[in-house]
């Protein structure tokens, strides 16, 4: 297993690009924290590793680690990391999404993404709102919420990511929050091992515009919140609807095994015969 040093040293872009660009108390530093432990402890080699993101705060995580990375435009992230894994189906691939940037102008790829059940592994991070945008409310902005463009408070139900990704195909859905650190990287683990579309929400917190606009305080503050509001999957099954009401469930949430759509895709061409066989050396005339 690799140590921490190793992750710094071997994942990071370290002599480019810091100090990174989020803000003070960000939880999005600790998701790439997770994510790159959690490759540590599978012994990835960053050379096998394809990281695409699209535009946001989210978007610039790519910027730092020193995979084969794609910085592209706004919620083409996944679709993408669909060209890379049917170009290049040996290389483990990663999308990382924000809630605006994956399930907004994004939502169509992921959509279809899971439906195909293609083995990408999408991070979804999940702050509830725009934020290097300008603050818009998002699909996953709470009822009632106040953004930049909803000051009178957000009239639109939120997706439940969970239930989108579930009925749409993915294979495997895991749930935690950047104060569940440890729980996010065991999570993010299990979705690299999962063949097909495996997602991962974690759940964050911008407390410069979603936690300004709504008061929920500091960075501290709100990620307090995902302690005292988390619920264990296991746990969750002996509540009743009442006792989770304002809570977000934790924990592996989906699984299933769907076959892979890259793998189907080679076998396609190796039946139509559109891969060309390797020719086979003429035997060798043994003189007597």
Not at 4 to 13: D, F, G, I, N, W
Not at 216 to 230: L, P, R, Y
Request: proline share 4%; glycine share 10%; with cysteine.
């Amino acid at each position: 297993m690799a140590v921490a040093s190793t992750v710094v040293y071997e994942y990071l872009r370290g002599k480019k690009k810091f100090p990174h660009v989020w803000c003070p108390g960000c939880g999005i530093g600790i998701i790439m924290g997770a994510l790159l432990r959690a490759m540590a402890d599978l012994e990835i080699k960053k050379g096998d590793v394809a990281m695409i993101s699209g535009i946001g705060c989210t978007g610039r995580m790519p910027v730092y680690c020193d995979f084969h990375t794609l910085h592209t435009t706004h919620g083409r992230a996944i679709a993408f990391a669909t060209g890379i894994k049917l170009s290049k189906p040996d290389l483990k691939v990663v999308a990382i999404v924000g809630d605006g940037d994956g399930l907004a102008i994004g939502g169509n790829h992921f959509i279809h993404a899971a439906r195909r059940n293609i083995d990408i592994t999408t991070i979804l991070v999940n702050n509830k709102i725009y934020g290097m945008t300008g603050g818009q409310y998002s699909p996953t902005t709470p009822t009632g919420k106040f953004a930049t463009t909803a000051p009178y408070g957000n009239l639109e139900h939120p997706f439940d990511a969970y239930l989108l990704a579930k009925g749409a195909g993915a294979n495997f859905f895991a749930r935690s929050s950047v104060y569940h650190a440890t729980q996010l990287q065991v999570l993010i683990k299990k979705a690299l091992l999962k063949k097909g579309f495996s997602v991962v929400e974690a759940m964050s917190n911008c407390h410069t515009l979603y936690g300004r606009l709504n008061k929920e305080g500091s960075a501290v503050q709100m990620i307090n919140w995902f302690k005292d509001h988390a619920v264990n999957v296991n746990i969750a099954k002996k509540k009743t609807p009442e006792e989770l009401e304002d809570k977000f469930i934790t924990g592996v949430l989906w699984e299933d095994n769907r076959p892979e759509y890259s793998e189907q895709y080679e076998a396609l061409i190796d039946r139509l015969g559109g891969r060309k066989k390797e020719e086979k050396p003429e035997a060798e005339v043994v003189k007597q």
